[in-house]
């Protein structure tokens, strides 16, 4: 038995030479389609960059960021202003929520409670509902319901309760990730549960929850669909939350929309992209500056 094990031992090590030395067409087809893939993702993007680039560059001018909307310079300040509005607002009512939620499943609720459970599924049947139908519900709480009108505030609120399953999942898979030896040596030391989790945990999962933060950013950047129903059109500069007003993206549909004005929308969609990636580049210098300082 003990010579045909070492047979065995033999013939596999003879195979792993004869494939390291070889040719293998399963790893050659597996590694070209991953190169052909990766070549595929950057070329999109690259190509879509390029587009916007080419087609809005020439397009931007000083009349665009005025501080009035008219018909005549078609002013994107005001729908910048909306847009930085709604990112504050809406993280400022989900991220607390979420990181609030996925730190009670995670370290406060028992393995194995059906609570937990029933929590997790219910976080990930909202995730994939439709931007419309939150809008539509924003519209039948917030709009009509709570009397607040078509509004910054109704939209933010809106945009809050889309993006919260993102920050909640995101958040408890950081916290989860976290080791329990380092929780146990926390507690060996003498500190307490919340002490821990603010001490110990949470800073160890900021890279992740930040990597949640930056995709609610972006969720929240380019919706449109949820934001027509709940905080409108309106091309102007907010006088309160109760005002109604557009985003950078409601901005370029709606330009788009009228016909009018599709260069101006082609330089909207140039300075959409260039706030998108400020933030997600912004997000990135913050997560890799608090990894070095906790380092």
Known sequence: MIQTQACDASAVSEQASALRGGFDPVSVALRALVWAAALLVTGVFVWLVGYIVIKGLPRLSPQLFEWEYSTENVSMLPAIVITVLMVVLALLFAAPAGMGAAIYLVEYARRGNPLVSLVRLTTESLAGIPSIVYGLFGFLLFVVACGMGFSILGGALTLAVMVLPLIMRTTEESLKSVPDNWREGSFALGAGRLRTIFRVVLPAAVPGILSGVI?????????????????????????????????????????????????????????????????????????????????
């Open 215 to 295: 995709l609610s950013i972006g969720r929240i950047v380019g919706e449109s669909a949820a934001l027509l129903y709940t905080a409108g059109t309106v091309a102007a500069m907010p006088e309160s939350l109760l005002s109604s007003g557009r985003t950078l993206s409601v901005h370029m549909y709606a330009l788009l929309s009228e016909g009018l004005y599709v260069n101006e929308a082609h330089a909207t969609a140039l300075v959409l992209l260039i706030v998108v990636l400020l933030i997600n580049f912004a997000s990135s210098a913050v997560a890799a500056l608090l990894v070095r300082e906790r380092s």
